[in-house]
């Protein structure tokens, strides 16, 4: 009969505090990397790309928000290394500090009117540091909480990642829903939308407290104390696991179904040139109330997936998610705000969470401790650097003016979503190895009857844990 390893880790405390962690982490963080998303669909094209042509104006601002994405993969490859050789706790309290100090400085930028194209340059030389920064966040979190988890429960905790990131866009669209709402379109545009940016000071403050009260997991430490800590993990991760990080780079265009919503739907909802004409301040609301309900998704589908394995979720989440995304820019183009926040609702707050919700557990669990971090990090930042590319692509291919922008960009962002349904269907099960055997080609499972017993085991000590502590 199949017994615990000792070095499965046994959760309880341990895990609680690295599960809230890199939640509350995730949210701060993230909170930064969106309201520079929210910004640059609302108000960057009018103060920073000033421009007769709506077109070029909105071209250029969606492209500043993929400049973030391009400088992921380096900071990838360094914070992917500073993770696997000192430890995830520290690369994470790095990534906190550049993130906050660079989106801090975002809001004190003097705007086109006042420098003339200096300060397209400063927005996008300060977009580069915050995609540097985010690199290392999903990934090195992941992985902490990965290694913190119980047998059997690696997918449930380890998709509060995620929350984190979708509670953190909540928070970001939730600072610009007042302001938008209240202040005249010129404030707005002048001083308003700086405010979210200048209260990243919380990030910096409140990331270092939470964060530097986290131990390092056991793989590591004792990894650590074995010498077996990896020299060289960015060169061991493509040498050794690029097949599986080709697939993490497929599984990651997923992405694709966030850009379309919050991107380039924002765009094409608002922006003059289009002729929609939603209301910047109602359409902030088809992202918060899509990741209020994705908040709420989430953990079930975590928990789901220890029950059913990775994959049949994301292949299904994402085929789905694409096809809605035909529903959603067509209920944009009828000027339906009740059909757009449906459409939202279903396609990005319920169905993407398939993929979302798993991916923080499906994605380490395919590479070993000694390169976790790295092999992750580069192979999804690459993935999402593509898809950060897309919404001005969408707006090169379906500008101002078009008359089928819903079956274009529909079209495009489905048949990316089968790529990455592709590349999940060709990577092996992660659910029922042992966290010693992660990564390892040739190891087996642990049999589906003894999993379930284990794992119902895990479950019943965590519920007595609650009623005794």
């Known amino acids: 009969m199949t017994t615990f390893h000792d070095s499965e ?32 669909t609302l108000v960057f094209p009018q103060i920073f790309f000033p421009s007769s042509n709506p077109r070029v104006a909105i071209v250029a601002s969606l492209a500043t ?99 984190g990131v979708q509670a953190g866009q909540i928070l970001a669209a939730a600072v610009f829903l007042p302001l938008a709402a209240l202040l005249p379109k010129e404030q707005f545009n002048d001083w308003g939308w700086r405010i979210p940016f200048l209260l990243s000071f919380v990030v910096i403050i409140a990331g270092y407290y939470i964060r530097r009260e986290v131990h ?46 919050t991107i380039f739907g924002a765009a094409y909802a608002v922006q003059p040139g289009y002729g929609i004409g939603f209301e910047k301040s109602v359409y902030l609301w088809i992202p918060v109330l899509g ?15 220890d029950k059913i394995g990775r994959r049949p979720l994301i292949i299904g989440g994402s085929l789905l998610s694409g096809l809605l995304s035909f529903a959603y820019l067509w209920s944009i183009s009828i000027h339906s705000v009740p059909l757009a926040m449906l459409f939202s609702l279903l396609m990005w707050g ?39 590319l897309l919404p001005a692509l969408f707006a090169t291919v379906a500008p101002p003016g078009s008359t089928q922008v819903p079956w274009i960009v529909g079209g495009l ?3 990316v979503t089968v790529i990455a349904s592709i590349a999940a269907f060709t990577a092996r099960e992660t659910f029922r190895l042992r966290v010693d055997d992660l990564g390892q080609p040739h190891a087996q499972p642990v049999p589906l009857k003894d999993y379930h017993r284990q794992r119902d085991e895990v479950v019943s000590q965590s519920h007595r844990s609650r009623l005794f502590n």
């Open 413 to 415: 962002a489905f048949g």
């Open 291 to 305: 990741n209020i309900v994705a908040v709420i998704v989430i953990p079930f589908v975590g928990n789901w997936s």
């Open 350 to 388: 319920v169905v993407y969470q398939g993929y979302n919700a798993i991916f923080p557990s499906f994605y380490p669990e395919l590479f070993p401790a000694r390169t976790r971090v790295s092999a992750m990090a580069i192979s999804q930042n690459i993935g999402t650097m593509i898809t950060a």
């Open 9 to 40: 880790p046994e959760g309880s405390h341990q895990v609680k505090r690295a599960t809230a962690s890199g939640w509350i982490g995730s949210v701060l963080e993230y909170y930064d990397f969106f309201i520079y998303a929210t910004a640059a």
């Open 65 to 163: 928000y993929g400049v973030g994405y391009v400088a992921r993969p380096i900071g990838a490859m360094v914070l992917g290394h500073w993770g696997d050789t000192y430890g995830r706790k520290n690369v994470l309290l790095l990534c906190m500090f550049l993130m906050g100090l660079s989106t801090m400085a975002v809001g004190l930028l003097p705007t086109y009117d006042h420098v003339g194209l200096l300060a397209p340059m400063l927005l996008v030389l300060l977009r580069l540091v915050q995609g540097f920064a985010v690199a290392g966040e999903i990934s090195g979190a992941s992985s902490m909480i990965l290694e913190h988890s119980p047998f059997g429960r690696r997918g449930f905790f380890a998709s509060f990642t995620l929350q």
């Open 216 to 261: 390092e997991t056991p793989v590591f430490a004792r990894q650590e104390t074995q010498g077996q800590r990896a020299r060289t993990p960015v060169l061991q991760a493509f040498t050794q696991h690029w097949p599986d990080m080709l697939r993490v780079v497929c599984m990651a265009l997923m992405n694709v179904i966030p850009v379309v919503t």
